[in-house]
């Protein structure tokens, strides 16, 4: 079983669509986190959410907007989405307190914008 | 500013040697620091993880130490092997509770046969 699965793998859209991005965990964890990833390979700390409180990175565009329907789950929503959001987009888990904070990452979606 | 360095250029060794990488912070008060491997198409996977009153931690082949007074973390990999070829990526979690692990550029490992 996978433990952090996101879909789709690979997103090509136009510019000024709306699209979404899911993300599931089995973990049971409490925290769910998204990442981007850019062409330089840095991976920035977009969201981090748990069951009762959303901290937003302020460098986020408010085009970008987690949504979590249970515990288990957080989408991403993007809305007009621009060129420069092309990147590969990274969900993780984790259950920060117990000591061990290892984050669990899903395989990446690889979204182009054209 | 907060910032997290790790060297962006590849490292190129010969299988069998050691391999050691640097990550170095500024501004942080990390409460954990943590190494993971990203391979190409890949998402990060965790490697190990050292708190802020440990000085080394090892797991296997791996070693890490983390100086809190230099503000500098090293990992190291002994008996490197090509499978090790892959990109390290530090991660800081700062104290104050939130634990949001914010990651450094990582730098290229290739291990030559």
């Known amino acids: 079983d996978t433990a952090v699965s996101q879909t789709p793998k690979y997103l090509v859209t136009q510019m000024g669509n709306d699209k979404s991005i899911k993300c599931e965990q089995n973990l049971g964890h409490d925290t769910m986190y998204w990442y981007k990833q850019d062409s330089k390979k840095f991976l920035k700390i977009m969201f981090s959410?748990?069951?009762?409180?959303?901290?937003i990175n302020e460098t986020v565009p408010n085009r970008f907007s987690p949504k979590s329907p249970d515990k288990a789950h957080l989408n991403l929503h993007i809305n007009s989405l621009e060129l420069g959001d092309s990147a590969v987009y990274f969900c993780a888990s984790s259950q920060p307190g117990q000591g061990n904070t290892e984050a669990f990452f899903g395989q990446g979606t690889r979204l182009t914008v054209v | 500013s907060q910032k997290i360095e790790q060297n962006s250029e590849a490292l190129n060794i010969q299988e069998g040697k050691t391999a050691t990488l640097t990550c170095n912070y500024t501004?942080?008060?990390?409460?954990?620091l943590q190494w993971y491997r990203q391979d190409p198409g890949r998402g990060p996977v965790f490697l190990l993880l050292i708190r802020e009153n440990e000085k080394e931690k090892r797991k296997e082949r791996l070693k890490v130490t983390f100086d809190t007074t230099l503000k500098q973390s090293l990992f190291h990999i002994t008996a490197s092997q090509p499978a090790d070829s892959a990109t390290y990526l530090c991660a800081l979690l700062a104290s104050g509770g939130s634990y949001i692990p914010t990651f450094g550029r990582g730098t290229s490992l290739i291990v030559h046969p």
């Open positions: 501004n942080y008060s990390p409460a954990y």
């Open positions: 959410y748990n069951n009762k409180e959303l901290i």
